[in-house]
């Protein structure tokens, strides 16, 4: 890639799958990945991108799976949320590693473990070039972290929000089931919607409908091309208005 190329985003956020995050493992954090993801992350930052992260908290815990184990609904999306924090102060640490400054920033009060979240603040780490990881999602039960990204990437005023998932784009059935299923390279919030394409919940894409947030949808595990959809390439799947 040419030096003189610039980045064509200012200011993403970035939805990393939590459930990617493990790897081959069956629960938890793989090492390897988490320091390759930080890696490309740091890479952005150091282009000048200002890099907002919302983590996902699959890989250690989902409340609505406990839930239909007979838990209480609440109670089992404070302890998901609170598997999101876990995967933040692991990715902090990750950058950290790489030599960037990075604040954690939390729906829910922990504030002895990382910051509570404040608008304004978040956004002056933004300008100050610190990448800022958002955990406990929306603070909220019977949300998700999808959900939570979209909030932030509007209230951030992100150019982009960026799904890093375990497929490289928005299919027209889950392609983890049906191998034949096939990708889109461009989709309306409209036909996500209505044709029911189950890559990301029903209340985030219409909160980037709503506030016309373009959405993209990358693979995480495709080394190099969260760097070439930043440099301007057509990665993934670009979901937006019609
Ligand atoms: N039409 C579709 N196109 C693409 N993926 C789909 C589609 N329908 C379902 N999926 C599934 O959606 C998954 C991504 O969403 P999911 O919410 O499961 O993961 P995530 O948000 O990346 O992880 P986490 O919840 O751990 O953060 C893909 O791995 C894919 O199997
Ligand atoms: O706003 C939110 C976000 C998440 N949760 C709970 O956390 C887990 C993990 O999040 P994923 O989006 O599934 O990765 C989720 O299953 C919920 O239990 C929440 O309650 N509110």
């Not at 939390?106 to 603040?121: F, G, H, M, P, T």
């Amino acid at each position: 890639m040419s030096n003189d190329k610039r980045p064509a985003y200012k200011r993403i956020l970035l939805k990393l799958s939590g459930e990617a995050l493990m790897g081959d493992l069956d629960f938890g954090i793989c090492p390897d990945i988490l320091a390759r993801v930080a890696r490309e992350v740091s890479e952005l930052s150091r282009l000048g991108v200002e890099v907002a992260i919302v983590i996902g908290g699959g890989n250690i815990f989902r409340g609505a799976g406990m839930a239909q184990a007979g838990m209480d609904r609440v109670s089992a999306d404070h302890m998901g949320m609170l598997a999101t924090v876990m995967n933040a102060l692991a990715m902090q640490d990750a950058l950290e590693r790489e030599g960037k400054f990075c604040r954690v920033m939390s729906a829910l009060k922990i504030n002895q473990v990382c910051e509570d979240y404040i608008r304004r603040r978040a956004v002056r780490h933004l300008e100050k070039g610190r990448i800022v990881v958002f955990a406990a999602g929306t603070g909220n039960p019977f949300f998700t972290t999808d959900t939570a990204a979209s909030l932030r990437a509007i209230e951030m005023n992100t150019d982009v929000m960026i799904k890093a998932t375990k497929v490289d784009g928005v299919y027209d059935s889950d392609p983890m089931i049906h191998p034949d299923a096939r990708r889109y390279e461009r989709l309306t919030y409209e036909e996500v919607l209505t044709r029911r394409l189950g890559v990301m919940d029903a209340t985030a894409i219409v909160m980037c409908r709503d506030n016309d947030m373009p959405l993209r949808v990358i693979n995480i595990f495709k080394e190099g091309d969260l760097l070439r959809l930043i440099m301007g390439e057509n990665v993934g799947t670009l979901v937006e208005r019609g």
